[in-house]
């Protein structure tokens, strides 16, 4: 089966600092991959995919995400953390083995943001 | 486009209880599904539909049922409320099956069961 392991739960820098929010992936097929921003008390807003094309992607808020397959990683990451960027963020990866057509998220890593 | 509601925002619920959690969306989606968030545990895929009058089962079916009589609702009916149904519960839509579209998630209805 198909998952995603999100290493760390908790993550906190400094405003202005890198964030590396790491996500890797066990599939049997090649699949597509996302990430997702949960803001407190809000549904969740889609930051990035890559679906096999440029193993580079970038998203929205400057964010962006490389495809390693010989590493079976999918990590975010952002140059320099806003005060905003306080939230939880899923790493996903298509189900393309049952047909449900479905996502398969991660636990979740919520990012802290110190002024 | 108001995207994907839900309703209620907030429900307090019994054991042995029952009651419809709704979800609409105004996108003329044909995929919509609900979701469950636990603490540490992600979201989990209680059921699916990929059409009017077509619905199937996720990773974590128990004690849910769904419908679709028409494009835009997709109403998840919990039969007898257990404390383990205690969760947020997301409904989301994309316009197609296919996976690389972008699924659009409702702001969740937080549920607790006594």
């Known amino acids: 089966a198909q998952s995603v392991t999100q290493l760390g739960s908790h993550v906190s820098v400094s405003e202005g600092a890198l964030v590396l929010l790491r996500c890797n992936y066990s599939s049997s097929v090649p699949p597509y991959l996302f990430w997702y921003v949960q803001y407190p008390n809000q549904g969740l807003q889609l930051l990035l995919k890559?679906?096999?094309?440029?193993?580079l992607v970038k998203g929205i808020n400057d964010f962006e995400a490389e495809f390693k397959k010989s590493e079976t990683s999918f990590h975010l990451t952002k140059p320099s953390a806003h005060m905003s960027d306080a939230a939880e963020y899923f790493c996903?990866?298509?189900?393309?083995?049952?047909?449900?057509?479905?996502?398969?998220f991660g636990s979740g890593t919520r990012l802290q943001v110190q002024p | 486009n108001a995207g994907v509601t839900q309703t209620p925002k907030f429900q307090v619920l019994k054991t042995g209880q029952s009651m419809t959690l709704q979800c609409a969306q105004d996108m003329n989606h044909e995929y919509m599904s609900w979701y469950r968030q636990d603490p540490g545990m992600g979201l989990r895929l209680i059921h699916y539909?990929?059409?009017?009058?077509?619905?199937d089962q996720g990773e974590v079916p128990n004690g849910y049922n769904v419908s679709r009589s028409t494009t835009e609702d997709f109403p998840l009916r919990l039969l007898s409320a257990a404390p383990s149904q205690t969760s947020v519960y997301f409904c989301?839509?994309?316009?197609?099956?296919?996976?690389?579209?972008?699924?659009?998630f409702g702001p969740g209805t937080r549920l607790t069961v006594l």
């Open positions: 989301a839509s994309r316009r197609t099956g296919a996976i690389t579209d972008t699924q659009y």
């Open positions: 996903a990866v298509s189900d393309r083995e049952t047909g449900r057509r479905a996502l398969t």
């Open positions: 890559y679906t096999s094309a440029a193993t």
């Open positions: 539909s990929v059409g009017a009058g077509i619905t």
